[in-house]
T-cell receptor
Framework: QQQVKQSPQSLIVQKGGISIINCAYENTAFDYFPWYQQFPGKGPALLIAIRPDVSEKKEGRFTISFNKSAKQFSLHIMDSQPGDSATYFC????????????FGIGTKLQVIP | KAGVTQTPRYLIKTRGQQVTLSCSPI?????VSWYQQTPGQGLQFLFEYFSETQRNKGNFPGRFSGRQFSNSRSEMNVSTLELGDSALYLCASSLGQGAAHEQFFGPGTRLTVL
């Protein structure tokens, strides 16, 4: 039972383009939504995170859009670069902490020159 | 400041054996969580330790266990290994419990069960 559905599972974008990864959740108890970036041979690293009282958060080229009523959130990577090629995971954390954190299945992004 | 370290990085075991993985958190971090990462299931929460006590546990069988020492270092043990236990096991540390504290992941231990 996948409580956080992530799509697409793979994505190829040209350099300079916009990469968009979508996630949807079911459990309304989630109240913290981080995105992680993972390079081969490395553990995931926190990229950006949002709480449901905010509809958008931007950090550099990375933006999270959050739609609480639809229970959906997405990551936009503007001006995508080859160095952004990695696997991206969305996650949903309930109030109280990471004990019930649920991750999306991951999206493998490839940015081609 | 050194990051989260995990040892060993790679491990090959056979079915029925047991294995112990080690995690050293970032200095000052008191919370350590363990995750299993597989291509089919993605990242799944195993358990969390804080101040030497297991605070929370995911939906894994009792063959998976762990402990935390007074210096916050943690070990994870898997007994009676099964083929399906082949995975990347990730450790993450944070200053405290709760989503307010960012988790920092180690590089993982790649376990292969033959």
């Amino acid at each position: 039972q996948q409580q956080v559905k992530q799509s697409p599972q793979s994505l190829i974008v040209q350099k300079g383009g916009i990469s968009i990864i979508n996630c949807a959740y079911e459990n309304t108890a989630f109240d913290y939504f981080p995105w992680y970036q993972q390079f081969p041979g490395k553990g995931p690293a926190l990229l950006i995170a949002i709480r449901p009282d905010v509809s958008e958060k931007k950090e550099g080229r990375f933006t999270i859009s959050f739609n609480k009523s639809a229970k959906q959130f997405s990551l936009h990577i503007m001006d995508s670069q080859p160095g952004d090629s990695a696997t991206y995971f969305c996650a949903a954390v309930p109030s109280g902490g990471y004990q019930k954190v649920t991750f999306g299945i991951g999206t493998k992004l490839q940015v081609i020159p | 400041k050194a990051g989260v370290t995990q040892t060993p990085r790679y491990l090959i075991k056979t079915r029925g054996q047991q294995v112990t993985l080690s995690c050293s958190p970032i200095s000052g971090h008191r919370s350590v969580s363990w995750y299993q990462q597989t291509p089919g299931q993605g990242l799944q929460f195993l358990f969390e330790y804080f101040s030497e006590t297991q605070r929370n546990k995911g939906n894994f069988p009792g063959r998976f266990s762990g402990r935390q020492f007074s210096n916050s270092r943690s070990e994870m043990n898997v007994s009676t290994l099964e083929l399906g236990d082949s995975a990347l096991y990730l450790c993450a540390s944070s200053l405290g419990q709760g989503a307010a504290h960012e988790q920092f992941f180690g590089p993982g231990t790649r376990l292969t069960v033959l």
